[in-house]
């Protein structure tokens, strides 16, 4: 069975930093692209950042400069380092990984900037 867990998120200052992590289980997910979305509340669930098996990325418009997704085939594990965080950032990541057939989801982490 496979299972994603998300950790790291939690209340931090405007400008402060944050970085989340997603622990993969019940398969090998080195060669599926792995990524992280986001939900503020009341709004529409957006892509964040997405790391291919071989390490090719892409980011959202609003965080780029600022996030950084990496990953560690060897943990089954994907990160999210967050810098110069903003009150814009303030929403529930949950972390998927694709397998080109179907999307497993964590249960989310949720962040909270406070300015």
């Known amino acids: 069975q496979v299972q994603l867990v998300e950790s790291g998120g939690g209340l931090v200052q405007s400008g402060g930093s944050l970085r989340l992590s997603c622990a993969a289980s019940?398969?090998?997910?080195?060669?599926?692209?792995m990524g992280w979305y986001r939900q503020a509340p009341g709004k529409q669930r957006e892509l964040v950042a997405r790391?291919?098996?071989?390490?090719?990325?892409n980011y959202a418009d609003s965080v780029k400069g600022r996030f950084t997704i990496s990953r560690d085939n060897a943990k089954n594990t994907v990160y999210l380092q967050m810098n110069s965080l903003n009150h814009n950032d303030t929403a529930v990541y949950s972390c998927?990984?694709?397998?080109?057939?179907?999307?497993?989801w964590g249960q989310g982490t949720e962040v909270t900037v406070s300015s």
């Open positions: 019940g398969s090998t997910f080195s060669n599926y692209a």
């Open positions: 790391i291919t098996n071989r390490g090719r990325t």
């Open positions: 998927y990984v694709d397998t080109y057939t179907q999307y497993y």
